[in-house]
């Protein structure tokens, strides 16, 4: 792992860039939030909250294999959320 700043830096910026594209499915698609992409948002918010309290937990046994598992499950679940926006339509 390059480092723990650029691993912060990617959630922030993935995840944010997917609340935007979120965003801008409900402008182009009536203006209004529905049910369906408030709890996506919800979602990622507080994914982005857990991501970065794992990170930051410096009392695991084997740091380098825990930050490896939270990168994994951030690409998991960065996946899913694309799947969920591309089923929006």
């Known amino acids: 792992m390059a480092s ?3 691993l912060k830096k990617e959630i922030n ?3 944010g ?3 935007d594209i979120v965003y801008v499915w409900e402008i182009t ?3 209004q939030p529905t049910e369906t992409t408030d709890g ?3 979602s ?3 994914t982005y909250d857990e991501m970065l309290a794992k990170i930051n937990n410096r009392g695991v046994e084997n740091r380098k294999a825990h930050l490896k598992q939270v990168r994994k499950d ?3 679940f960065a996946n899913q959320v694309v799947a969920k926006i591309n089923d929006l339509n």
């Open 29 to 31: 698609n009536g203006g």
């Open 74 to 76: 951030f690409e998991d």
């Open 44 to 46: 990622i918010y507080s």
């Open 13 to 15: 910026y993935v995840l």
């Open 40 to 42: 996506i948002v919800d």
């Open 17 to 19: 860039d997917l609340v």
């Open 4 to 6: 723990i700043k650029n």
